[in-house]
């Protein structure tokens, strides 16, 4: 089963606007982790955030971790076309698990 | 450059055939996994090799075996395809320690007719 679920399942905005993505876990977890995957293409990791942590940034992406709610958001500010992509959190839940666990994705759409 | 690769990127092959899928990561990364991505994009963990020795391994059925060489190849064959073994298989390695993302390669597109 899946670990995560993610909300929305699907996405559009215009460009320039700003994209938020949620995603809910059910167990305690290690790690959180953000990808990103092109259609077609492989899953490319964007952001981990640790079970310690409350936001962290990278570029145009701000991650936030609510461990007392199993819940984490992904923001993309300035959209852009070449965000167009589905998106996935994963969780890592201890060390020694090797293993990443899915969610369900959400599709993000940006109209240019 | 510095990557995880597999081959084949597409495979299409008849029910009841053998295959195989080769992935090879230079990044010297220590574990190595398999995920199946199936037709609703759900991801699922297969197994987990860490330098060589199989960690995990979900409940997959034994027609799908892997085998890892050495820590940079982690290879995967599959007995008697059935239509439902379509997928996207995709490798991904990653550090033996915690708190690192994983690098995925761009999948293998399975087609069982």
Redesign the interface.
Same mark, same amino acid.
């Given at each position: 089963s !899946?670990q995560g679920e993610e909300d929305p399942q699907a996405l559009s905005i215009q460009e320039g606007e700003n994209a938020t993505m949620n995603c809910s876990y059910k167990t305690s977890i =290690? =790690?959180l !982790?953000w990808?990103r !995957?092109n259609s077609?293409? #492989?899953?490319?990791?964007l952001i981990?955030i640790?079970s310690n942590e409350r936001e962290k940034h990278s570029g145009r992406l701000r991650v936030t971790l609510d461990t007392s709610k199993k819940s984490s958001s992904l923001l993309i500010t300035a959209s852009r076309a070449a965000d167009t992509a589905?998106y996935?959190c994963a969780t890592?839940k201890d060390?020694?698990n090797?293993?990443?666990?899915?969610g369900? #994705?959400t599709r993000l759409t940006i109209i240019p | 450059d510095t990557a995880v690769s597999q081959t084949p990127k597409y495979l299409v092959t008849q029910m009841g055939n053998d295959k195989s899928i080769k992935c090879e990561q230079n990044l010297g990364h220590d574990t190595m996994y398999w995920y199946k991505q199936d037709s609703k994009k759900f991801l699922k963990i297969m197994f987990s090799y860490n330098n060589k020795e199989l960690i995990i391994n979900e409940t997959v059925p034994n027609r799908f075996s892997p085998k890892s060489p050495d820590k940079a190849h982690l290879n995967l064959h599959i007995n008697s395809l059935e239509l439902g073994d379509s997928a996207v298989y995709f490798c991904a390695s990653s550090p033996r320690t915690s708190n690192y993302g994983y690098t995925f390669g761009s999948g293998t597109r399975l087609t069982v007719v």
């Amino acid at each position: 089963s !899946q670990q995560g679920e993610e909300d929305p399942q699907a996405l559009s905005i215009q460009e320039g606007e700003n994209a938020t993505m949620n995603c809910s876990y059910k167990t305690s977890i =290690n =790690n959180l !982790q953000w990808y990103r !995957q092109n259609s077609g293409r #492989g899953l490319v990791h964007l952001i981990l955030i640790r079970s310690n942590e409350r936001e962290k940034h990278s570029g145009r992406l701000r991650v936030t971790l609510d461990t007392s709610k199993k819940s984490s958001s992904l923001l993309i500010t300035a959209s852009r076309a070449a965000d167009t992509a589905s998106y996935f959190c994963a969780t890592d839940k201890d060390f020694g698990n090797e293993k990443l666990t899915f969610g369900t #994705g959400t599709r993000l759409t940006i109209i240019p | 450059d510095t990557a995880v690769s597999q081959t084949p990127k597409y495979l299409v092959t008849q029910m009841g055939n053998d295959k195989s899928i080769k992935c090879e990561q230079n990044l010297g990364h220590d574990t190595m996994y398999w995920y199946k991505q199936d037709s609703k994009k759900f991801l699922k963990i297969m197994f987990s090799y860490n330098n060589k020795e199989l960690i995990i391994n979900e409940t997959v059925p034994n027609r799908f075996s892997p085998k890892s060489p050495d820590k940079a190849h982690l290879n995967l064959h599959i007995n008697s395809l059935e239509l439902g073994d379509s997928a996207v298989y995709f490798c991904a390695s990653s550090p033996r320690t915690s708190n690192y993302g994983y690098t995925f390669g761009s999948g293998t597109r399975l087609t069982v007719v």
